[in-house]
């Protein structure tokens, strides 16, 4: 992949703000699952999500997005105040911090839900340990608590070099979810983001991201590789060409990271539009608001700004914020 990535409207693409899609794209996704999580696949079968409804699971309103998108938002606020130019873990991990400890970023001023990874993780740097030694390391913590949040990195790792924005993806992970399992599940999503916001097929986006991250794993000389390359084994369905036309049946939709990151990408690439991806990643059931803010964020990637109906857009919490950061952020990475 090139040092830098142009940004390409693509042949099929709205003219629209990449930015204000994936960041609407992903906290819209998540409010749509938030009343369900937990509910099952069979339930939502028969009475699937087809737009926002209240209360349920966590009692909030329509529109409430979960802890995915506050931690999202929290990144992409730091991200924006360093600018392309800088790269201050800590001061990323204090933002996330503030989200538990000051409900920054929460949707409703409250904290509703938090993953017991990112608990403990965030916690720490609370009390003032490093971020490159808050994460959890064991292999029981390969939640997806990284994953759903580290969509901003694709804006400013288009400014990086290849090796760098690898490092500090992985880096990023490791605040809260150090496993290094984890650590690559966020560096396949980010090259797959960055190959979407260039305008690339988005199949293709997968498949070449896997191919890329495969033959980076077998180099030798960097000192992180033989760590990462015993991971690799997990990630083999997620680079099969006809990974697209598994039945819903093989797809799983837990916490867990690597199921996260596979309904992800199956529910991205069966799907023509915006709602369709995001609609299906919530009537998965299970983590309900994880697997389609991870959906939801590519998906606007793919389809852009237009594609997610002006209705979901204002119907959302906070949504007049969500757009001035989405404007930050754009304007701090060079994104119109």
Not at 55 to 83: I, K, M, R, V
Not at 139 to 144: A, W
Request: hydrophobic residues 45%.
């Amino acid at each position: 992949m090139a040092e830098a990535i142009a940004v390409s409207q693509g042949e099929d693409r709205p003219q629209d703000c990449p930015v204000v899609a994936a960041l609407f794209g992903a906290a819209i996704a998540d409010a749509l699952g938030v009343p369900v999580e937990f509910s099952s696949r069979a339930a939502r079968q028969g009475d699937p999500v087809t737009d926002f409804r209240g209360y349920g699971t966590w009692n909030q309103p329509p529109g409430t997005w979960s802890d995915d998108s506050s931690l999202l938002f929290c990144l992409a606020e730091s991200l924006a105040a360093q600018g392309p130019m800088g790269f201050d873990l800590a001061a990323i991990a204090r933002n996330l911090a503030r989200w538990r400890t000051e409900a920054h970023w929460a949707a409703r001023g409250e904290v509703f839900d938090i993953g017991g990874t990112t608990e403990v993780a965030l916690g720490r740097v609370a009390a003032g340990i490093s971020p490159e030694r808050s994460g959890e390391t064991a292999d029981r913590s390969n939640g997806n608590g990284s994953l759903m949040r580290i969509l901003p990195m694709v804006f400013v790792a288009r400014h990086w070099e290849r090796a760098v924005w690898g490092d500090r993806v992985r880096r990023v992970s490791a605040i809260t979810h150090a496993h290094p399992r984890s650590q690559l599940a966020c560096e396949l999503y980010v090259a797959i983001g960055l190959r979407l916001l260039s305008g690339e097929d988005r199949d293709l986006a997968r498949i070449d991201a896997f191919r890329e991250l495969g033959d980076r794993l077998e180099t030798p000389g960097d000192e992180l590789t033989p760590t990462l390359a015993v991971e690799w084994p997990h990630f083999q369905r997620l680079g099969d060409p006809s990974f697209k036309d598994l039945a819903e049946s093989e797809i799983t939709s837990g916490g867990y990271v690597l199921h996260t990151l596979e309904a992800a990408l199956w529910c991205l690439l069966r799907s023509e539009d915006y709602c369709e991806a995001a609609l299906m990643a919530v009537n998965l059931g299970g983590d309900t608001d994880t697997t389609a803010c991870v959906t939801g964020g590519l998906a606007g990637l793919a389809f852009g700004d237009r594609a997610i109906p002006p209705a979901w857009k204002t119907a959302i919490a906070r949504h007049d914020d969500i757009a001035q950061l989405a404007h930050q952020l754009g304007a701090a990475t060079a994104i119109a």
